[in-house]
């Protein structure tokens, strides 16, 4: 491993925090939100029915794979069109879908780790995802927040790496991509010619079916931080 980095491209969801609790979190504020407004549409759709409903959607529109959100959209229309009602209120919907999805519960590790790497190199964010770092609140730190909705290609395609390195304004084998998901984040930085951090919390194997493994294979963000610090000492 040669060279030095001069920027950073960072995963989200199960890198920095969990995000399986916040979804369940946002389903089940919006079935409750249902219930109050919507009594009709909440007994068609429970919360499991609702998650078919959207993983349905998911695979018949395959054009919106780098767009969740349009896909929670559709969903929603879909639901009250069943219902026999033609306007759903999506908005509404969507505000209380949105504020529990970035209630999220960092790793411990996270925000001391993201401080002391945002102090140093620039950092953008990298995401198939929807989350607001504003909401989160952990905006300052990032220099620039790339998500598929935005690029029109997700991970792990090369577009959405390549968009983020612009943004950067370094090379690509300057940039260190930073994520949990062994094809999407590790082999998608890899063949996009981007260096490759892999943060392995569960300390699993690296799948050899998936190519070359990551440069770092690391079990949370403070080894990350003590690792930059140690290879490009202030």
Avoid at 42 to 53: K, S
Avoid at 104 to 120: K, T
Avoid at 204 to 216: F, Y
Wanted: with cysteine.
């Amino acid at each position: 491993m040669g060279g030095s980095i001069r920027a950073l491209t960072l995963d989200l969801d199960d890198t920095l925090w969990p995000v399986w609790p916040a979804l369940e979190r946002a389903d089940r504020d919006v079935d409750a939100w249902l219930r109050e407004h919507h009594p009709a549409v909440a007994a068609a759709w429970p919360i499991p029915a609702m998650r078919e409903l959207r993983a349905r959607v998911a695979a018949e529109r395959l054009d919106l794979a780098h767009d969740f959100t349009t896909q929670r959209h559709l969903t929603m229309r879909y639901a009250f069109a069943a219902c026999g009602m033609d306007e759903a209120p999506v908005e509404a919907l969507w505000e209380v879908y949105f504020s529990a999805r970035n209630r999220v519960d960092l790793y411990e590790d996270s925000l001391p780790a993201l401080r002391r790497i945002a102090a140093r190199w620039p950092v953008a964010s990298l995401t198939n995802g929807n989350a607001d770092l504003e909401r989160v609140g952990i905006a300052a730190h990032f220099r620039h927040h790339v998500s598929a909705r935005e690029v029109g290609a997700p991970k792990p395609q090369p577009a959405i790496f390549h968009a983020a390195v612009e943004r950067l304004g370094v090379a690509a084998h300057e940039v260190l991509h930073v994520g949990d998901d062994p094809a999407l984040d590790v082999a998608g930085a890899r063949d996009a010619g981007l260096r490759t951090a892999w943060i392995n919390r569960r300390g699993e194997p690296w799948p050899a079916e998936l190519g070359a493994p990551p440069e770092l294979d690391l079990p949370d963000m403070a080894a990350l931080a003590d690792w930059l610090d140690a290879q490009h000492p202030a």
